[in-house]
């Protein structure tokens, strides 16, 4: 009988080529980054338990769920709204047992949770000319009156089910998206964004979450 050995990798592996990509300039237009060691949990509120489960939030990241399609951040982890009385914990990964225990004991009796860790990649989207790249594949309206620093939306690409919310501007005050999309799709989504962008200049990496 042969032996299995299973190794976590990232669904990016062959999609995701470090370095300059598209036009030349002394600064890409796009940064597309993987971000990875994330931990991910999906947590929906049983019938009745809506106000008990935004209470067991707030007393374990310090804020409330978001209760319409927002993105906010508590401590050492963002909410990100993900349907009625639903919502997704995002949080950099340091000890995994640990977080997924605090989130279960948090939880017990007011809400299921489901763990995304292995199933959903996260791709972010920065740069001057992010929203430009953005604006070729997906309908969303994402001027900063309409979209703001913590907004969020449930949204289609290429076909593809995708959560997107905005993210605190980046340290050059440009705006950063966030994309989370099932592992399965992650690889056809990143072509997508890549392509999208390669007019403008493309910075591609893979990062940890922090």
Sequence with gaps: MADFSWTTQSPLKKALVPGRHGAAGATAGVTLTEMRDIVLMQVMARRGKAAETAKAAKKLFGVEPPVSPKAVSG?????????????????????????????????????????????????RVSGPRARDAIAKFSSLDLHDS??????????SVDHTAVNFWREANGADGTPVYSMLVFTSFADSLWHVILDSSLEYGVEASSARAA
């Design 75 to 123: 401590k050492g982890a963002t909410l990100v709204w993900s349907g009625p009385d639903q919502f997704t914990v995002f949080a950099p990964r340091s000890d995994e047992a640990a977080q997924l225990e605090a989130m279960t004991k948090a939880f017990a009796g007011s809400a299921s949770l489901s763990d995304q860790c292995d199933g959903r990649c996260l791709i």
């Design 146 to 155: 309409v979209f703001p620093v913590g907004s969020s939306a449930n949204t």
